[in-house]
């Protein structure tokens, strides 16, 4: 019995590895119609670290305030309008509806 010990754990080791390499890319979050509603999904999907293009993507209704965009700074109450806070490459990590 004491043979077969390394052996099963070789043979668990590799199956792990084999299924390691096949996995696939996560699917794209469908697009959400609308200003934004649900807070926590909102907040779930910053914690992804999206990039602008995946934040247009995922909510298209809702405008993206980039830096380099010139707005208003009326007060919005129905999350229409986001002010995000990058990262240094680019990604969102955060940020304000105004």
Request: aromatic residues 12%.
């Amino acid at each position: 019995m004491n043979r077969f010990h390394p052996l099963v754990f070789v043979a668990v080791l590799g199956a792990a590895l084999a299924s390691a390499c096949q996995t696939t890319p996560p699917a794209p979050p469908k697009p959400v119609a609308g200003f934004v509603t649900d807070m926590k999904a909102f907040d779930a999907f910053i914690a992804t670290r999206p990039t602008p293009e995946q934040f247009r993507a995922t909510y298209p209704d809702v405008m993206l305030v980039t830096p380099d965009m010139m707005t208003t700074r009326e007060m919005r109450q129905n999350n229409s309008r986001y002010f995000p806070k990058f990262d240094a490459e680019g990604r969102i990590v955060g940020g304000s509806f105004m």
